[in-house]
């Protein structure tokens, strides 16, 4: 059985969640699955990139953004891959071109085409779990490009639909997905299933749970997407046919 799950900036935010996050994965190798998983960048991580950037260069070109900003997503990798090790598994980290995933070459919003090569298998074949650092891939020119707001859902789900998963996991700061925002209005009410269409509707009104991109792509696929909290331990929300 082949299951991805991506983690988000807030689960990643320091040593100690990181390290939660790494004994969920490998608990899942302990009972016989493969893993993928898909890492954010830490916590503000890509803010303060960007402010950085912007004291610099204020109109800085998008091709050198997406070269800047992806060293973020590469940075959890790393970290993850040597958390995974420290419990005990082998692990590899691949940057999203290394694991051989195309986009188009629209910097700062590309859209992912494909999935090149077997990187990706070879390293599962081999026992390694496999960390994928998010929001990037190559473009033609073979330009690092980022895949936007978000993008690291959609790595997630491309993975998951290319590699033919059993699911898609989305662990965020969040136990499900809610009929509203569950931080402002104390009555929302979580679905224990939703369909994608559903799904993009709420994303249309402001939901901000999963990447609409990652929706789209999931129902192309017929992955399902199961949204849970890195914290709780709680049921999330199934999303799905």
Known sequence: MLIVQKYGGSSLADAPRLLSAARRVTG???????????VSAQGDTTDDLIAAARQVNPRGSAREMDAYLAAGEQLSAGLMAMAIGALGYPAVSLTGWQAG?????IHGNAR??????DRIRRELDQGKIVVVAGFQGLGPGEDVTTLG?????????ALAA?????VCQIFTDVD???????RRYP???RFGRISYEKM??????GAQVLHDRSVELAREYMIPVEVLSSFTGAPGTIVGP
Request: hydrophobic content about 40%.
């Open 28 to 38: 899942l190798a302990q009972q016989g699955a493969q893993v993928v998983v898909v």
């Open 101 to 105: 995933l195309r986009t188009d070459g």
């Open 112 to 117: 992912i085409l494909g999935l090149e090569g």
């Open 149 to 157: 707001r978000g993008g690291s859902d959609t790595t997630a789900v």
């Open 162 to 166: 290319f590699l033919k998963a059993q």
């Open 176 to 182: 499900g997905v809610y009929d509203r925002d569950p």
């Open 187 to 189: 009555d929302a009410t």
């Open 200 to 205: 993009l509707r709420l994303i249309e009104n």
